[in-house]
Nanobody, 118 residues
Framework: QVQLVESGGGLVQAGGSLRLSCAAS????????MGWFRQAPGKEREFVAT????????DYADSVKGRFTISRDNVKNTVSLQMNSLKPEDTAVYYC???????????WGQGTQVTVSS
């Protein structure tokens, strides 16, 4: 089992940048596939980015490709999301997620608010 705590959200103007971090507890963090999701008011939670256990493979939603970068540090047990060229439509609560390699169980953080003003 893993516990996730996000940080780094806030208010930023359009065109600005933010870096989200997710700290994970647990000895097997390096074996988990990690990801970021977001949920805007009145909308369903949507996929943003994912990274495999080694960090060698990443995938992004089309809406953030070229602007967001996901990375992980398996020594520090963290996963980050660098967000550049932010747009008002990026405004949402951002959630860190982990998927266990054998059971496929999903774990979620509590979320961090990102607000992009126009």
């Amino acid at each position: 089992q893993v516990q996730l705590v996000e940080s780094g959200g806030g208010l930023v103007q359009a065109g600005g940048s933010l870096r989200l971090s997710c700290a994970a507890s647990g000895r097997t963090f390096s074996s988990y596939r990690m990801g970021w999701f977001r949920q805007a008011p009145g909308k369903e939670r949507e996929f943003v980015a994912t990274i495999n256990w080694s960090g060698g493979r990443t995938d992004y939603a089309d809406s953030v490709k070229g602007r967001f970068t996901i990375s992980r540090d398996n020594v520090k047990n963290t996963v980050s999301l660098q967000m550049n060229s932010l747009k008002p439509e990026d405004t949402a609560v951002y959630y860190c997620a982990a998927r266990a390699p054998v059971t496929g169980n999903n774990y979620w953080g509590q979320g961090t608010q990102v607000t992009v003003s126009s």
